[in-house]
């Protein structure tokens, strides 16, 4: 009896040190990411902070999707709130919900970011204003209880289109003394191919498009799209530069010189292309190959190479 009294003691305390669900135990501060200028199409990310406040532990539970924590008011100078995005009226209407219990010691912060924009249609240009609403028992209908924010000013300023803005971008990087002519898919690789040969970055890089072939690896595309618009350009510059003079062990295959090599199929749509190619690699007793397979695609008239792949296939012995 004893033993039952000193565990049962041991469980009330445990109750008591670790406080579930506690509303207000807990503080939520937001701030804009990135703190950039932003258009109506920008991505617009807010950096989230939960904070334990208390000399308690507090438990709380944190969704796979933010969606079912976080609510965003954005208003306007009238006070008047803008629409939920068309992703955020989709994303709540699941009845499956994935989440893990976090615990914040005195003192501890939960921080995230998440894209405003996934939650509000934010297409007209104005100021606004910006407050979150946390649920750390998940949201569950209107009568979930939720904890607000600080309110932070958001101005989105009219300007050029995204269109416009990503050629802009790509004519930063590119080579402005070299006209680039209507090529097939094919000739354009096959062009790409030789400038590696002949070892002319100019023509090298006049029909790639760096910032696609870069966020073509996952992780790479999830840190760019957290940069400023400025930061993105630095990033896609250095990368340019890195091909040049020390490529990355990923990026290697994209700028190997081929002793030759051979097209092997080519297909495309109006707007989207395909070119596989055997490339050779000589080396002193054996010819290293692989199949490289292109992807372009056709902007602005122009067609384009975003991302490629690679397949090593068996050596052959050149001296047999």
């Known amino acids: 009896m004893l033993q039952n009294r000193r565990t049962l003691g041991l469980a009330c305390l445990l109750v008591y040190l ?3 669900l506690r509303i207000g135990a807990l503080t ?3 701030r804009l ?6 258009f109506p199409d920008s991505s617009v990310y807010v950096a989230v902070a939960v904070e334990n ?7 709380f539970k944190v969704a796979d999707n933010r969606l079912f924590n976080l609510d965003f008011s954005v208003t306007d100078p009238s006070n008047r709130p803008l629409e939920s995005s068309g992703e955020f009226i989709i994303g709540r209407t699941t009845n499956q919900v994935f989440y893990r219990t976090v615990t914040l010691e005195p003192g501890e912060q939960f921080r995230f970011i ?3 924009t996934d939650y509000v249609s934010l297409e007209t240009p104005g100021q606004y204003r910006v407050q979150a609403t946390f649920y750390p028992g998940l949201f569950r209908g209107n009568s979930s209880q939720g904890i607000a924010s600080n309110t932070i000013p958001l101005s989105i300023r009219p300007g050029h289109s995204r269109e416009i803005r990503q050629e802009m971008r790509f004519q930063a990087i590119t080579e402005e003394r070299l006209q680039r002519e209507r090529k097939s898919p094919d000739e354009v690789v096959e062009y790409f191919l030789e400038a590696r040969r002949q070892e002319v970055w100019d023509r090298f890089f006049l ?4 910032e696609k072939i870069y966020r073509q690896n996952p992780e790479r595309d999830r ?3 957290l940069l400023s618009e400025a930061d993105q350009l630095d990033t896609i510059q250095r990368f340019r530069d890195d091909l040049v003079r020390q490529p990355s062990s990923s990026d290697a295959a994209l700028v190997q010189v081929p002793s030759r090599y051979e097209i092997l199929q080519t297909s495309y ?3 989207e292309g395909r070119v596989v190619v055997l490339l050779s690699f000589d080396y002193e007793r054996y010819r290293e190959q692989k199949r490289y397979t292109f992807r372009l695609e056709r902007r602005n008239g122009f067609w384009e190479i975003i991302g490629y792949n690679v397949e090593n296939l068996p050596n052959k012995a050149i001296h047999e």
């Open 207 to 210: 029909y790639l498009n760096l």
């Open 18 to 20: 670790v406080s579930p």
């Open 269 to 271: 749509s109006p707007d």
């Open 28 to 30: 939520v501060s937001i």
């Open 53 to 59: 406040q208390t000399p308690e532990s507090v438990q």
């Open 33 to 38: 990411f990135d703190e950039e200028i932003y």
């Open 114 to 116: 998440e894209a405003l």
């Open 223 to 225: 840190r760019f799209r």
